[in-house]
């Protein structure tokens, strides 16, 4: 009679198979706990962003609470939203996200601000989805004024980010789940 070990794990398993009091082999299957990025992805899906002046200080907002909600830092994430309200209340950047459709914006950081960092992190995705949009519609090729961003998609949340770094950072599930998703 075959036993089968089911080994739940992030990466694979390296353990060998062994024998049981019964001298019966036990199979280990190799299952992948949640979805990972190829080793290349960023290189090949990242790109430039942002065309403007403007829409790059408000990339680099969003990019500042982004990691502080994935690096599970509460100081951090309120210092983040309430940047993030100050940039968004002001005349230019309401005008500037009514002609971009980013209301959301101009009104979710006040909201946010009234949040914990793991309610924000449960509320974030329909606003980090505008981001998302935003950064791909204002690609670009000029060097000054721009940060390199990837497209990342987690599929528990779920949900897509932007961000900087070549290994996943989830902002959603913070530490829980930090390195869970996939570069798109």
Same mark, same amino acid.
């Given at each position: 009679?075959?036993?089968?070990?089911?080994?739940?794990?992030?990466?694979?398993?390296?353990?060998?198979?062994?024998?049981?009091?019964?001298?019966?082999?036990?199979?280990?299957?190799?299952?992948?706990?949640?979805?990972?990025?190829?080793?290349? %992805? *960023?290189?090949?899906? /990242?790109?430039?962003?942002?065309?403007?002046? #403007?829409? +790059?200080?408000?990339? &680099?907002?969003?990019? !500042?609470?982004?990691?502080?909600?994935?690096?599970?830092?509460?100081?951090?994430?309120?210092?983040?939203?309430?940047?993030?309200?100050?940039?968004?209340?002001?005349?230019?950047?309401?005008?500037?996200?009514?002609?971009?459709?980013?209301?959301?914006?101009?009104?979710?950081?006040?909201?946010?601000?009234?949040?914990?960092?793991?309610?924000?992190?449960? %509320? *974030?995705?329909?606003? /980090?989805?505008?981001?998302?949009?935003?950064? #791909?519609? +204002?690609?670009?090729? &000029?060097?000054?004024? !721009?940060?390199?961003?990837?497209?990342?998609?987690?599929?528990?949340?779920?949900?897509?980010?932007?961000?900087?770094?070549?290994?996943?950072?989830?902002?959603?599930?913070?530490?829980?789940?930090?390195?869970?998703?996939?570069?798109?």
């Amino acid at each position: 009679m075959w036993y089968i070990s089911l080994l739940l794990a992030c990466g694979e398993s390296t353990q060998p198979d062994e024998k049981n009091e019964k001298n019966e082999k036990n199979v280990v299957l190799k299952v992948q706990k949640h979805a990972q990025p190829a080793a290349d %992805d *960023f290189t090949n899906k /990242s790109f430039v962003c942002c065309d403007t002046e #403007q829409s +790059h200080q408000f990339l &680099k907002h969003y990019l !500042t609470l982004t990691q502080a909600m994935a690096a599970d830092d509460d100081s951090k994430t309120k210092e983040a939203v309430q940047s993030l309200v100050s940039f968004t209340s002001t005349p230019e950047f309401t005008a500037f996200a009514t002609t971009e459709g980013l209301q959301e914006w101009v009104d979710g950081p006040k909201y946010w601000s009234t949040l914990s960092r793991k309610d924000l992190q449960q %509320d *974030f995705e329909p606003a /980090s989805q505008l981001m998302v949009n935003f950064a #791909q519609k +204002h690609k670009t090729t &000029k060097s000054d004024a !721009t940060t390199t961003v990837i497209v990342a998609y987690c599929p528990m949340a779920p949900g897509r980010w932007l961000q900087t770094e070549s290994i996943i950072s989830n902002p959603y599930y913070g530490s829980e789940m930090l390195t869970c998703g996939v570069f798109e």
